[in-house]
């Protein structure tokens, strides 16, 4: 049998609180979990938000050119086969997106490009660059 998770009430007031006051303030739903996570000792509460954490995707695809780097526009992004996205006209893809921690598969795919893969550990914010090779 499962076990249930038993939150104590006053955590719960607290969060709930805390909750509707930043909904009210528009602010996204992922950025309220992000925001909360770290005001709680609770390790139940700390498991439930973990769930639904939120890292900023920071990937510039480029390609070298001798000793420059060319961006590469409408570069496909993908993470563990889902597409997160495309590369905008300065090789740059900027998105917020809700993951796990862990190890992911990253996948960058252009048109007459050799496709990248790689294994990356997702431990926070994300900031990195990939170079793709034109098909011979």
Known sequence: ????????????????????????ANVPLLKIF????????DPKFK????????IKFD???????????IP???????LDDKKIGTTDTTGNLNKVINV???KHKLKVNKDKYQT?????????????????EKKK
Do not use: M, P
């Open 72 to 78: 590469i526009y409408e570069a496909i992004i993908y």
């Open 47 to 54: 498991a439930v938000e973990e769930k639904f954490k939120s």
């Open 34 to 41: 992000d925001t909360l996570q770290g005001q709680t000792d």
């Open 100 to 102: 796990k921690t862990g």
């Open 59 to 69: 990937l510039t695809v480029v390609e070298n050119k001798g000793k420059n780097k």
């Open 116 to 132: 990248s893969e790689s294994e990356i550990n997702i431990a926070g914010d994300l900031k990195d660059e990939i170079v793709l």
């Open 1 to 24: 049998s499962k076990s249930r998770l038993r939150i104590k009430h006053r955590d719960f007031n607290i969060f709930t609180r805390q909750f509707a006051i930043l909904q009210k």
